[in-house]
């Protein structure tokens, strides 16, 4: 059977593929999976039939057979356990990128999440600049102790995990704020994962989404 994953019907990314379904899109892609896609506008994400799936009427979402997920990083890591080429079959070193799966959405999204709301929607608040630099701060010492962390490696853990794939989505919503030049391994890293025709296929799926609907 083939999973359905949900996603925007036009996303505000413009096609930049920061919208989460990016994530499980690239996750199938690497893993050889066909996967299909059920657009949603906003409206429809509020509705009742969407909210027993996501409770917080959002995307993604995946269904397959008799199980409906949310969380993206749940999903991908969904998709790890049950393909071979996410995660490394040796115990320990397939715990470590489950680790990084976490790292990604606990350590580092949460201040680079942040930072791209408080772009959106605190511009006008007399408290702007201070909290975008506050965030800024924050942001730097994680991607700091990122960058330390990966040296002249290719990848987090020797080889390209889930863990990287969450990362490297996380990462893509700084480009343009001089924050990944600055750590040029940390661009590098991105360009790397870039470079991947699993991610160039999900890349241009979600794109040619984004290409219709604006039609
Ligand atoms: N923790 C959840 C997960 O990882 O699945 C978060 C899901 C989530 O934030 N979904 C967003 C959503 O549905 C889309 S991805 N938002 C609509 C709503 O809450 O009503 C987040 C996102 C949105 C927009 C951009 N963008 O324009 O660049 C990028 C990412």
Do not use: C
């Not at 959002?58 to 999903?75: C, K, N, R, V």
């Not at 989505?169 to 991105?190: D, F, H, K």
Request: aromatic share 10%.
């Amino acid at each position: 059977m083939t999973a359905t994953i949900t996603a925007f019907e036009r996303s505000p990314d413009r096609g930049n593929g920061l919208a989460r379904d990016m994530r499980l899109r690239w996750a199938f892609e690497e893993v050889g999976q066909p996967y299909d896609v059920r657009l949603m506008s906003f409206k429809a994400m509020k509705q009742p039939a969407h909210l027993a799936i996501q409770p917080f009427g959002q995307i993604p979402t995946y269904e397959d057979g008799d199980i409906a997920l949310f969380e993206s990083g749940a999903i991908v890591f969904h998709i790890a356990e049950r393909h071979k080429g996410l995660l490394p079959d040796e115990a320990n070193a397939r715990a470590r990128a489950i680790m990084w799966m976490f790292a990604a959405l606990n350590t580092l999204e949460p201040p680079i999440f942040d930072r791209s709301l408080v772009r959106i929607l605190e511009r006008d608040k007399p408290w702007y600049e201070e909290r975008l630099a506050a965030l800024g701060e924050i942001i730097g010492k994680r991607l700091d102790g990122l960058s330390s962390h990966l040296g002249a490696a290719d990848w987090l853990d020797r080889t390209f995990s889930a863990g990287d794939l969450l990362m490297v989505t996380v990462l893509r919503r700084l480009q343009g704020s001089g924050m990944l030049e600055e750590r040029p391994n940390l661009a590098a890293y991105i360009a790397r994962a870039e470079a991947r025709p699993a991610y160039q296929r999900a890349f241009a799926a979600q794109l040619a989404v984004f290409t219709a609907a604006a039609g």
